[in-house]
């Protein structure tokens, strides 16, 4: 029998996810992981700061994964071992909607996550902000979605709740650590283009105030496998018509490597201590 494959559309998605779960048990030695993080523009560095790596697994070695075509995507998973003897996977290589390459394989790495034990999945990204006294560098915590990319990661009739999507829970461990971070609605566009200024100006009417091109399908995949989610933005520009100034990619990847550093160091902290209270539980 071939084996089984996200292309096809008569195997369920998770017998991949089983897949590539076994794949990285037998590269780290590590039977279970119990947070995921995937890492966005600017988050790259806080892996080496989370705790010891265990190993290091190219994505192309998991079925299901492949490296990104993205800059500041680095095309790895890496297992870390926290304290109280968690293990935490950190997901460098994101697929993201717009690649085009169907949704199955955007949230592919939620689905091995939560097959490979995860019960907290942290999602990072780099995002434009629509509240202008968020000033490039400044990391905000998500606390809803507004997913406008007319596409699911659910397959059939699958009806699943996102009240609380993004859980209270996590966010207030999170401000426990920094109780300077703001919250805010993330907006998901397809992309890649950047939106415009009237496509900024309807998500703020909507009740946005971040902009950006992953996340909302993956935290809904999350939910649908039964983990906990906690979304962080790191703005890396002002969007669209609320800078005057033309948006770049560039520019994006600068505030991020800017950034990294203190990401690193807050993620590190909102890590452990969301290890802690798993510890505890
Ligand atoms: N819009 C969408 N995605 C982004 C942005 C933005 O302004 N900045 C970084 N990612």
């Avoid at 304290?83 to 199955?104: D, K, N, S």
């Avoid at 770049?248 to 290890?275: C, F, N, Q, T």
């Amino acid at each position: 029998m071939a084996e089984p494959s996200l292309d096809d559309l008569e195997t369920p998605p998770t017998a991949v996810a089983e897949l590539a779960a076994a794949a990285l048990a037998e590269r780290t030695g590590v039977a279970r992981h119990d947070i995921a993080l995937t890492l966005g523009s600017g988050w790259g560095r806080a892996a080496e700061r989370l705790g010891r790596t265990v190993a290091v697994v190219s994505a192309e070695d998991v079925p299901g994964f492949s490296v990104s075509g993205v800059p500041g995507h680095s095309g790895t998973l890496t297992s870390i071992e926290l304290e109280h003897g968690l293990h935490a996977l950190v997901i460098g290589a994101r697929t993201h909607f717009y690649e085009g390459r169907g949704v199955r394989r955007v949230v592919h790495s939620v689905r091995t996550a939560a097959v490979a034990g995860a019960r907290v999945m942290v999602l990072t990204n780099g995002a434009g902000g629509i509240r202008p006294h968020w000033t490039p560098g400044t990391p905000v915590l998500i606390d809803d979605h507004i997913n406008l990319t007319a596409a699911s990661p659910l397959e059939g009739a699958t009806f699943v709740d996102l009240t609380d999507l993004y859980s209270r829970r996590l966010r207030a461990i999170a401000r426990r650590v920094d109780p300077s971070l703001d919250e805010g609605v993330y907006v998901q566009f397809r992309g890649p283009h950047y939106e415009t200024p009237a496509e900024v100006a309807m998500a703020r009417t909507m009740g946005g105030s971040i902009v950006g091109m992953s996340t909302a399908l993956e935290a809904i995949a999350a939910r649908e496998s039964g983990v906990e989610v906690l979304g962080m933005s790191l703005i890396t520009n002002l969007a669209a018509g609320i800078q005057s100034t033309p948006l770049s990619h560039a520019e994006v990847l600068a505030a991020g490597k800017e950034a990294e550093p203190r990401l690193a160091d807050l993620l590190a902290r909102i890590v452990a201590a969301i290890a802690d209270d798993l510890a505890a539980a």
